[in-house]
């Protein structure tokens, strides 16, 4: 009977070592307006190939507006240019997810948001990672990221933003 116990408390361990190591890497990121006021909030997923985010917004403008990686994981307000620019690799440094000659690392597609203020995206990024796999930029290194929405849209292509305009909404990635 001991070893049968045994057997079943190995079979157990060995199930819940399993389950822990594919276990996703996740990261979390509170989004906050100029004012430090709750502007939303978004999930971040690691991937085999990189990362899922699941965002919600409150309280900005209707219409379009950008949402990018940014590289350092700061948000002092008024203008959150503490974050400061786009996470990209050592080799891109241009802007643009329709751009022909590459794209930056935190290029992101654009964000809706609702006559009420509101809005919702997913969307999946193979440029970055939580965990630095596949050689990507990771978002979660030493001085780590924030994802900023800015006023307008991005446009994809113009440098060095694509025409976002001013940054409305930060979180640091944690």
Known sequence: MGSKLLAAAVVMA??????????????????????????????????????????????????????????????????FK?????????????????NPDAN??????NLFVGADGTGAA????TTVSLDGVDGQPTLLDKDGAALVIHANPDDFVTQPIGGAGARIACGVIR
């Open 104 to 109: 930056e690392a935190g290029d992101l597609p």
């Open 14 to 79: 060995l199930s819940a070592w399993t389950i822990t190591a594919q276990a996703a890497t996740t990261a979390t990121a509170a989004l906050k307006d100029p004012a430090g006021l709750d502007a939303g909030a978004a999930t971040l997923t690691q991937g085999p190939k990189g990362v899922v985010v699941h965002m919600t917004v409150k309280g900005l403008t209707p219409g379009w507006h950008a949402a990018h990686f940014h590289e350092v994981g700061d948000c002092s307000p008024p203008d």
């Open 82 to 98: 503490t974050a400061g620019g786009h996470v990209h690799t050592q080799a891109t440094h241009v802007h643009g997810l329709l």
């Open 122 to 125: 997913e969307f999946f990024s």
